[in-house]
């Protein structure tokens, strides 16, 4: 008689990894747009910044792949493995440390301007908030990719969530609030001369916070997710039972607000 393999529902892990893929590559192809419209239209920046913007777009290009590549491993690769679906993969893990990496530079980028366009009176005390801001928000990155690489199984990654990847996550929200908040209040000072920059320092900055913040929940939703489908299985595979699908489904509503942009005429 052959043994019935027990059912996985994945949909709310890898299908949501899945999802997070998609839209982050989508995301990926608007910063690669963005970069190539950045070195045409701006051709007099300083080399400096030319060099860090490319910087920025080849390590996004490497969190891309190895992110890319992470999702072949678990949808394809370990099909229906659920030794391998239940075990980190490296890739997975890099994948953070670029996404970490890409986040401090943007944000220490953010933190000079700030530091330029600041009143020298409070120059030093807003910038060394926000930069101790995001110095922790860095630390705890690596703490966090590194309990990865000695946990190694996605079901043991919320035993770090109190102090590693829960610390990292606020520091990073607080890092961007505060340096958001800074910008739109300098920024609105010097809106006759700045106008352009502002757009272009608003547009990188939401950019790589809305990828952060979709890679961030794509991996926590994974990681509680294999933690539940574990805890369910245990026991099943002690003894041989096959697990059921579960009887209750669960409906999710997304409702979709529609936005109408108006635009304003020059003679207004």
Sequence with gaps: MMATLPHIDISNTFGAALIGAFISTTLYGLTTLQTYLYYVYYPKDSRQL????????????????????????????????????????????????????????????FVIRIYQLCN???????????????????????ETVVF??????????????LFAATPFAVFAVLSDIM?????????HGSRSGFKSDCVRYYATFA????????HWKTLRE???????????DSGCKRYGIQQHAPIR???RLFKFNGYKKREARLGD
């Design 50 to 109: 030319k060099n860090l913007v490319g910087v920025i777009w080849l390590l996004d290009t490497l969190q891309a792949a190895f992110m890319a590549f992470s999702v072949y491993h678990y949808l394809v690769t370990s099909y229906f493995d659920i030794a391998l679906l239940e075990t980190g993969h490296w890739s997975l893990f890099l994948s953070v440390v670029f996404n970490t990496v890409i986040s401090c530079i943007v944000q220490m980028f």
């Design 120 to 142: 020298t009176r409070y120059r030093w005390w807003v910038t060394s908030v926000i930069g101790a801001l995001v110095v922790a928000h860095f630390a705890f990155g690596v």
């Design 148 to 161: 990865m690489f000695i946990k190694k199984e996605l079901a043991k990654l919320s035993e770090i969530s």
């Design 179 to 187: 340096i958001a908040g800074a910008l739109c209040y300098l920024l």
């Design 207 to 214: 950019m790589v916070c809305w990828r952060r913040f979709l």
């Design 222 to 232: 994974q990681s509680s997710g294999d933690a539940e489908q574990s805890r369910r």
């Design 249 to 251: 489904s669960r409906i």
